[in-house]
């Protein structure tokens, strides 16, 4: 039998989505070994029980809390597909505001229909196995993480900082021209594609397991930056309170 698996979104750009659909070839080839019997985007097929469950977005009302949760008990595998749902990502900028003020900012007189909270990553509601990072996620690294666990091997990622395939790249630094860049504490894998486009590193893939945040902290201020300044950085996509020694 096929291994099912099931997509699902919450709060988000369905961007993460997309990414996978844009697979295209890759895509052919996943359906001769996984049968997908959910994806709002193609197909939904409720109620049947699934072997990995990839889900997109972040929650931020309570009727998403319980579908989140028999989700959860239909799948033997939930992944986090993306930042939104890994850590939060760009949605928790909401959070930077009263919530109330904000819905009405965006919603105007509809606003009373909608009971949107606070948003919150997955693993805030639930138990989550895995986490694929990226805003959006990056294709090829979901293949490997879907092919490990076709294999029923843990899957893994990049342990290392962006600097290093910045580097390997030989990409001129954000910093020599004035520019932050989370690079030094943000975790590999997209091959620096934001710096190779000419911007700098946000932060969209999270935190080093283990970022040196003392030593780029103290790069930082000797730019002049103040504290509140240097936690700005972090709250583009969420990072805020994860940074440690
Ligand atoms: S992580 Fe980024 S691309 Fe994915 S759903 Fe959230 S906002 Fe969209
Ligand atoms: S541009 Fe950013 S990622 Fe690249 S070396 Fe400089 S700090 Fe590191
Ligand atoms: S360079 Fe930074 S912000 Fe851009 S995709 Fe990579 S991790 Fe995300």
Redesign the pocket.
């Known amino acids: 039998m096929k291994t099912r698996i099931g997509f699902f979104d919450f709060t988000?750009?369905?961007?993460?989505q997309l990414t996978v659909m844009n697979l295209e070839n890759d895509l052919l080839q996943i359906l001769k070994l996984v049968e997908v019997v959910e994806f709002r985007e193609l197909m939904s097929a409720d109620g049947v029980d699934l072997d990995i469950a990839f889900i997109?977005?972040g929650v931020s009302r309570k009727v998403d809390e319980q579908r989140l949760q028999t989700i959860r008990r239909r799948s033997r595998t939930l992944v986090a597909l993306?930042?939104?749902a890994t850590n939060g990502?760009?949605n928790l900028l909401g959070n930077h505001r009263r919530i109330d003020a904000l819905r009405q900012q965006v919603y105007a007189s509809n606003a009373v229909h909608l009971q949107t909270e606070n948003p919150r990553p997955l693993h805030q509601v639930v138990q989550v196995d895995f986490g694929i990072p990226?805003?959006?996620?990056d294709g090829q690294e979901f293949l490997a993480v879907l092919q490990a666990l076709l294999l029923e091997r843990a899957p893994e990622l990049p342990s290392f900082a962006l600097c290093v395939e910045c580097k390997l790249h030989e990409y001129p630094c954000s910093f020599d021209y004035g520019e932050i860049c989370l690079g030094p504490v943000t975790r590999a894998g997209c091959q620096a594609i934001c710096i190779a486009g000419g911007d700098r590193c946000r932060g969209c893939r999270g935190l080093l397991e283990n970022p040196r945040t003392t030593p780029y902290h103290r790069i930082l201020e000797e730019q002049g930056m103040s504290v509140e300044e240097i936690l700005d950085q972090y709250r583009t996509f969420g990072l805020g309170g994860q940074h440690e020694s």
């Open positions: 988000g750009c369905e961007g993460c997109e977005g993306g930042a939104c990502g760009v990226g805003c959006p996620i």
